[in-house]
């Protein structure tokens, strides 16, 4: 089993920036792919960005340039600095990871306000 905990969420003005954190503990390596999602009210959950342990990261095309996606192998965390924020940045962000399966974190809220 993996036990993802996300951290760092908040409000926000639109234009200000937050940083997400998500560890990842349990039977977990660093060559699984992590990742976050966001899942705005009434809409389904979409790709936000992901990364493997040591190859080409991935971008939602509305977060490139402004979203950055990172891991600490040695730590098995994963992080998303989000810069430039919008209130259609506003959704609960879930930490994704992969290992035979998906796995999910509990989701933190970010809320930007205008």
């Known amino acids: 089993q993996v036990q993802l905990v996300e951290s760092g969420g908040g409000l926000v003005q639109a234009g200000g920036s937050l940083r997400l954190s998500c560890a990842a503990s349990?039977?977990?390596?660093?060559?699984?792919?992590m990742g976050w999602y966001r899942q705005a009210p009434g809409k389904q959950r979409e790709l936000v960005a992901t990364?493997?342990?040591?190859?080409?990261?991935n971008y939602a095309d509305s977060m490139k340039g402004r979203f950055t996606i990172s891991r600490d192998n040695a730590k098995n965390t994963v992080y998303l600095q989000m810069n430039s924020l919008k209130p259609e940045d506003t959704a609960v962000y879930y930490c994704?990871?992969?290992?035979?399966?998906?796995?999910w974190g509990q989701g933190t809220q970010v809320t930007v306000s205008s």
């Open positions: 994704w990871a992969w290992r035979f399966k998906d796995y």
């Open positions: 349990g039977i977990f390596s660093s060559i699984n792919p």
């Open positions: 990364i493997p342990s040591g190859g080409v990261t």
